[in-house]
């Protein structure tokens, strides 16, 4: 074999391999002299470009876990006065557009988001593009709901599926299916619950979506402004109920975990509040604060 042949033989065989390991290891060792480590979740992740990183990473300041739905504790008085949100990408999330409840308050209770009735098995679909940030399961609150965070900052909660058909980490595309329409978890019918966050703070829909045309109330070039003043403008009373003091009364077999998910809080929060402890036996009746 001459010189040349062994050469050629081996440079293909270096290329091959590359490629492959490049694809086994997700590109983790790509020659890419930007890659850089960030602390994701208490630990040290490569991010060989700004796509690895999670979406709206300049807004959340790479914060990413499959967590709770709001694991930011921004206040309202601390958000941005305005900041262009873009729509362009936007599809409606399901078939059905009959709004069968109202973001606002509902039975004493704050509802962070609208309720679209609909058939148990539609489907689903994410509004805008992102990644799916939390899938989880609560029996007597959200049911099959997950979180997306979307590349335009925006985040969607969407709850009471029948199942949900993505999984955490995932990207997903502007109408891609993520789910289909259920009655689980604490839900009298079947419907879609669909909340609306911004830097984990809820706002009305109805400020984003008409949910009579299906359509996104984006300005002509397809970008919404957010404002503090407009967007939140019915938002201040509910963050002052949130930060107000509430209680709940234990039920038979409720324990504190069952009672954090149910209030989006955590175990550890529950025990400041009532000077308990994790492990401590609740009896039916009492008052646990959980606010
Ligand atoms: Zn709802």
Known sequence: MSKLKIFLLSSIILTLYSQTSAQSEENFFAEDTAGFYLPIEGKMVYCDSLARICPAYELYRYSWTPLRVNPYGVQLESMPDSTYIDCRDFVYPTVSNRVTSNYGWRWRRIHQGIDIGLDIGDTIRAPFSGRVRLVDYERRGYGHYLVIRHDNGLETVMAHMSRVLVSVNQDVAAGEPIGLGGNT???????????????????????????????????????????????????????????????????????????????????????QLNHLRQNSILQIGQKIRYR
């Not at 009579?212 to 403008?233: M, N, P, Q, R, V």
């Not at 201040?236 to 504190?256: F, P, T």
């Open 185 to 271: 978890g604490h839900s009298t019918g079947p419907h879609l619950h669909f909340e609306v966050r911004f830097l984990g703070n809820s706002f009305n829909p109805i400020k984003l979506i008409n949910f009579e045309t299906k359509k996104c109330l984006a300005d002509a070039d397809g970008f919404y402004l957010i404002t503090k003043k407009d967007t939140y403008s019915n938002s201040k009373a509910i963050q002052q109920a949130q930060n107000s003091s509430a209680y709940h009364r234990v039920k038979k077999g409720e324990n504190l975990s069952i009672i954090a998910r149910r209030y989006h809080t955590t175990v550890k929060r529950l025990c």
